[in-house]
C-alpha cells in the first residue's frame, strides 16, 4: 500500500524548501527510502535535506543510511547539532557512524557525549566491525529472577520504547548473570505473583562478542530467534543482537560470496573509481595470468604434435573447457555443502566416488558427441576415439579436484568459496591439454 | 549455553527406548538439532524416533524438518495419530507438509481434518510453494479498529499463546479490511480507553499472496519489519509471513543463485543420486558443449595460420582465459547491482565506460607481462606485441559483454545470476580467439 518516494520527488521537496512534507512523510513511511536515495544526492542536496529534517527524523535517516552516506549527513551539520541527533538514535548506530568518522572529529563527539552513553558508545566500538559485539544492541530488557510477574510487566511497560526487543526479555541472577529468557507471551499469561525464575526457559543460546557475524547469522537462522544476547565470560549479558541485523549480517555476506568467488572484492560496486576497480580486480588477474601459463607451457610441451596435425589446436580448447565446467559443477555443491557441514564423513567418502563415476558417464556422453563432430569435421576416426579418452579423463580429473579442492582448503583454515576455482581451473586446464596432447602424440602415426 | 546433540547420542536414545531423556532434550533445547539428524538416520530408526516422541515433541520435530525428512517422519506414524500430531502444529507447517505426501494419502487426511482446519489449509495448499501465499501462516492476531485498548489487551492474552507473532496487532475496519498496524508496546503504553484506531500506523506494507517469495523478503529487509501482512484484492488479511521464513527464503535464494550460477541445479546436493546428478548437470554440460565447439570452431578458420606459427597454438589459450575471467568479474558486479536495483540510468552509463577503460588497463599490464614472457620464450617481439593488443581487445569485449549481457538479460527478463557467464564466455572464447589469431594472421610475415 506503500509508494516510494522517488529521487525526483525528493528534489523537488528539497528545491521547494517543503521541510513539513518531508517530516509527513518520514512519519508515514518510513526513513530507508530517503536514506536509499542517498547517493543520488549531490552534497549541497544532502546538506539541505538535513536542514529540512527535525532533529528526530534526522536520527531515523540517519540509521537507515549506508555508512559511507551517514558519514556524508554527519559532515553537513555541526558537532552540536550531531550530539543532539544521537539523543533519538540506538548506541550501536552511534558507534556504527562515529567509527567512520575522521579520528579527531571522533574525539571531539565523543568528549561532547554524556557520560552514559560515552561508555556505552566507547565499549561498542572497541568491537570489530564484522563480529558479534560490533553488531549488537545495548537496548534491551534484562530484569531480575526474583521479580514477579506484575513487577514485570510494569516495569517492560516504563522502558518499552527505548528498546528494540519487547518479545523477549532477558532474566539475570544476583550476580548479572544471564540465566534465562522469558517470552513476553508467557508473561502476559502467567499468574501476577509468579516470579520471573519460575516461567523463564534456562536454556539460552547466546554468543560472545568476539564470535564473528556469520556465525551469530546461523545461530538466529537455526533456531529461528528473534534475538540473540551476547555475553562476556563471566555470563553477565552486554547487549543483544537482532533479527534484522542479522538479515542485513546475510545479505552482506552472501554478496561477498559472490564477488569473492568471481574474484572481486566486497568492496567494489558498480560506482567505484577506475583507480579502485584497477587495484582491487587486477592482482586477480595477474594471479590468473600464472595459472594461464602453466596451461600454455603444457601445450607448448607438444608443439611437435600440433605441428604435425594441426587439428590438435582447434580441438584441444573443447577438453579444457568442458573440464573447467563439470568442475565448477562439483566444486559449487561441495562448497554449499561445506558451508552447511552436516554430513557424515561416511556419506562424503561415498559422494566422492559418485563423482568419478558422474565424471566417467557425462564425460562419455560429452566426449562421445564430441568424438563424432570431429570425426565428421576432420575425416579421421581416431581423433574422434581419443577427443573421447580424454574427455572422460578430464571429466574424472574434473570431479577429483572439484571435490578435493574446497574440502582440502577449508581444512587449511581457507574459504573454499574464495579460492577453489583457480586451482580447480588450473588442474582441468593443465591435465586437459597434458591427457588429449599426450595421447595424440602416443598414438601420432594414426592421426596423420 | 547448549550443546547440540550428536548422531551417536542420538542412535544411543533410540537403541535403549530412552523416551524420558529424549523429550528432556527438546523440551530443553530445540527440536531443529534432532530434525537436523533425520537424513543421517536409517528408516527404522526415523520410525523408532516417532514411537519413542510424544505427540506434542514429535509435531515440534516434523515443523523443523525438511519436507523430504518430514514425509519420512509422517509415512511412520498411522494416519490417526498424524491428525493428533497436525492439532500442535502450525496451519502452514501442516499446509507444507501435506503438499509432500501423495494424493491418496493427502485426500484422506483432509477427509479426517476438523473442518476449521480443513479449510485452512486447502486454502494454503493453493498456493505455490514460492509465493507469499505458500509461505505465509493464518496464525496472528488481527482486532477490530474500535476496540479500546484494554479489550485489546484482554483479547490479546487469551489467544497469545495460539499465535506466530505477538509484537504486531492487525487491525481491521467493519467490512474486515486490514486498515492498520498496532505495535504491542504502543498498546501496553496507551492509555486504557484509547481504542486501537487511535493509535494505529496506517501505512502497512504488505504483499499479495501471489508475490513471489524473493521480493517479500526484499520487503522485510529493507524495512525491517518482523512479519508482513499478506493480503487479498479486497484488502482483507488472508494470514502473515514471519521474519524466520524470511530468513529460511534469503537462505534459500542464495544456495540456489550460487549454484545455478555454477550449471548446478538447486535440488541438487551431495547426497544426491548418481542418475539424479546425471539428469540435473549433463543438460548444462551439453549447452555448453555447443558454445565450446563455436570457440574451436573459430580455431579451425585460422588452421593454416597455426600451421605456420605453432607458438600460436600454445599463446592463444591465454588471451582466451584471461577475457574469460575479467569477464566474470564484471558480470558478477553487475549481476549483484542489478539484484538491488537501485542506481540511475546516468550512473550505468558512466559505469559502463568505466568498464571499457578499464579492459584498457587492465589488459593492457596483464598484455605487457604476457608479451614480455612469450618474447623471451619464442624470441619473437611481434607476437608480443601481437598478444599485447589481442589481450586489450579481449579485456575490452569482457567487460562489454560482462556488463551488457546480464542488463539484457533483466531486461528480457531472465534471470542475469544464472544464465549470464555462458554468453559471456562465449563471447570471450570466440572473440578472444578472432582477434588474437587474425591479428597472427594478418602480420603472419613478421612471426615466421
Redesign the interface.
Known amino acids: 500500500?506503500?509508494e516510494t518516494m522517488t529521487?525526483n520527488e525528493l528534489i523537488r521537496i528539497l528545491n521547494d524548501n517543503e521541510a513539513a512534507e518531508l517530516s509527513e512523510y518520514i512519519e508515514?513511511?518510513?526513513a530507508?527510502d530517503i536514506a536509499?536515495l542517498l547517493?543520488?544526492l549531490e552534497d549541497e542536496q544532502v546538506w539541505k535535506l538535513c536542514s529540512l529534517l527535525e532533529v528526530e527524523n534526522l536520527a531515523k535517516v540517519l540509521e537507515q543510511a549506508e555508512d559511507e552516506q551517514a558519514v556524508r549527513m554527519a559532515e553537513s551539520i555541526t558537532n552540536d547539532e550531531l550530539i543532539e541527533v544521537f539523543s533519538y538514535m540506538q548506541k550501536d548506530d552511534i558507534a556504527d557512524l562515529i567509527g567512520e568518522i575522521p579520528d579527531a572529529q571522533r574525539k571531539l563527539l565523543i568528549k561532547q557525549m554524556q557520560v552514559g552513553d560515552r561508555n556505552q558508545v566507547t565499549t561498542l566500538l572497541q568491537y570489530p566491525e564484522d563480529s558479534a559485539g560490533g553488531i549488537m544492541t545495548t537496548a534491551y530488557i534484562s530484569l531480575p529472577e526474583t521479580m514477579s510477574v506484575a513487577e514485570g510487566m510494569a516495569k517492560?511497560?516504563q522502558t518499552?520504547?527505548k528498546t528494540e526487543v519487547?518479545?523477549t526479555i532477558y532474566v539475570t541472577n544476583a550476580r548479572h548473570q544471564l540465566t534465562g529468557t522469558c517470552n513476553?507471551?508467557q508473561i502476559?499469561?502467567a499468574p501476577k505473583n509468579t516470579t520471573l525464575k519460575d516461567i523463564m526457559n534456562?536454556?539460552?543460546?547466546?554468543v560472545h562478542p568476539e564470535d564473528d557475524q556469520e556465525a551469530v547469522a546461523k545461530l538466529?537462522?537455526?533456531?529461528?530467534?528473534?534475538a540473540i544476547p551476547v555475553i562476556n565470560n563471566r555470563k553477565s549479558i552486554l547487549g543483544i543482537i537482532t533479527?534484522?541485523d542479522?538479515?542485513?549480517v546475510?545479505?552482506e555476506e552472501?554478496?561477498e560470496?559472490?564477488?569473492e568467488?568471481?574474484?572481486?572484492s566486497k568492496e567494489?560496486?558498480?560506482?567505484t573509481s577506475?583507480v579502485d576497480?584497477?587495484r582491487l580486480?587486477?592482482p586477480?588477474?595477474?594471479i590468473?595470468?600464472a595459472t594461464?601459463?602453466l596451461?600454455?607451457?603444457t601445450?607448448?610441451m607438444f608443439?611437435g604434435t600440433?605441428?604435425q596435425v594441426?587439428?590438435?589446436?582447434?580441438?584441444?580448447?573443447?577438453v579444457?573447457?568442458?573440464g573447467g565446467?563439470?568442475g565448477?559443477?562439483t566444486?559449487?555443491?561441495?562448497?554449499?555443502?561445506l558451508a552447511q557441514d552436516?554430513?557424515?564423513r561416511a556419506?562424503?567418502w561415498k559422494?566422492f566416488w559418485?563423482e568419478i563415476?558422474?565424471g566417467i558417464?557425462?564425460g562419455g556422453?560429452?566426449g562421445a558427441?564430441?568424438g563424432i563432430?570431429v570425426y565428421m569435421?576432420y575425416g579421421n576416426s581416431f581423433l574422434g576415439i581419443i577427443i573421447l579418452i580424454a574427455m572422460i579423463g578430464n571429466l574424472v580429473v574434473a570431479g577429483v579436484s572439484g571435490f578435493a579442492v574446497p574440502v582440502a582448503l577449508k581444512k587449511f583454515g581457507a574459504d573454499p568459496a574464495v579460492s577453489s576455482s583457480i586451482f580447480v581451473t588450473t588442474a582441468t586446464?593443465v591435465l586437459g591439454f597434458f591427457i588429449f596432447l599426450g595421447l595424440a602424440k602416443l598414438f601420432l602415426p594414426l592421426l596423420m
Chains 1, 2 share one sequence.
Open positions: 500500500m506503500t529521487l508515514e513511511v518510513n530507508v536509499q547517493p543520488e517492560i511497560k518499552a520504547n519487547i518479545e513476553l507471551r502476559l499469561t534456562e536454556n539460552v543460546i547466546s538466529v537462522s537455526r533456531y529461528d530467534l528473534n533479527v534484522d542479522v538479515i542485513d546475510i545479505v552472501y554478496n560470496d559472490i564477488l568467488m568471481a574474484g572481486v567494489e560496486s558498480l560506482t577506475l576497480s584497477i580486480r587486477l586477480w588477474l595477474l590468473n595470468l594461464a601459463f596451461a600454455s607451457l601445450v607448448k608443439e600440433i605441428e594441426v587439428a590438435l589446436s582447434s580441438t584441444m580448447t573443447i579444457s573447457g568442458m565446467n563439470a565448477t559443477q566444486q559449487s555443491i561441495l562448497v554449499r555443502q552436516d554430513i557424515s556419506k562424503y559422494a559418485k563415476l558422474l558417464i557425462n556422453v560429452c558427441v564430441t563432430i569435421i586446464d
